[in-house]
């Protein structure tokens, strides 16, 4: 009996690894020949992101603030015989920005996805409470960052057909913790520039949309698991009953740049286990 029970999840485990597996093994490469930058790219929701839009067929340049990351992220994804290459880039930094411009373009000759992962930590703490050293680091960051880098890479974007941005903004937005105050507004100015890029693109045949991501088991998400800031979770009361995990991120973005969105843009689409909409 003891070993039935204990032989149970084992099959699970395994028909579940071959579904992922197949179904990684049959999807169309619907994004065959283009090139994805993806900034924050070394772990969590930027690194399966890479790893899906890789698997759908992207040559993929990922990049973060740390060599050895960029390093091991490279080496983990071209052993499974994806199309990767990988540079240093602080999002803050105009000259990182730069080399990430200029490595696209040298090892890819084009760039026709940008997806903005990388965000400053939530400060835990008040908004009026917040020094104006920590309104510059978390806006340069989260807000000002991804247009700065849409701006040197949109010469090139628009020399592709087909174009498209994934901006990253939280579900906080929707119900804002009071001691994530700076964070929160970042991120509602994210709502912001997703709708006002989409509109100026639009024109030039270049998508903008968001990824709304509610708590998903990262690195970033554990200060505010372990804090006692941590509420009731929505997900707990009305929601799918698990955490999020960084996959559940991944196949959204790869539709967003994919054909199949192409009369997409200037959304905002939550992957949160439950609606924070009316
Ligand atoms: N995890 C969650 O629950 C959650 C919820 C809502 C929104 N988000 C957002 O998702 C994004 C990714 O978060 P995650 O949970 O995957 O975090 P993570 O800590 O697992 O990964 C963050 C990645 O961004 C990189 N990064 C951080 N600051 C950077 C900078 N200044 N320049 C370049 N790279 C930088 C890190 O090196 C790392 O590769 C963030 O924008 C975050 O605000 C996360």
Redesign the pocket.
Known sequence: MLKALTQVPRVLLSLATRRRASSAATRGRTLADQVAVI??????????IAQRLAQDGAHVVI????QQ?VDR?VAELRKEGLSVTGTV?????AE?QHKLVTTALEHCGAVDFLV???????LVGSTLGSSEQVWDKVLN??VK?PALLLGQLLPYMEKREGSSVVL?????VYSPHAKLGV?NVS?TALLGLTKTLAAELAPKNIRVNC???????????QV?RASSISCPCPTALYGVQRL?R?ED?AGIVSFLCSPDASYITGENIVVAGYSPHL
């Open positions: 900034t924050g790219s070394t772990k969590g929701i930027g690194f399966s990049s973060s603030r740390n990351n992220a880039c602080h999002v803050g930094k990182d903005c992962v990388a965000g400053v930590n939530p960051v989260n960052a990253v903004s939280s579900v906080g964070y991120k990824l709304v991501p509610g708590v998903i088991e990262t690195d970033f998400s505010v999020g960084p991120c």
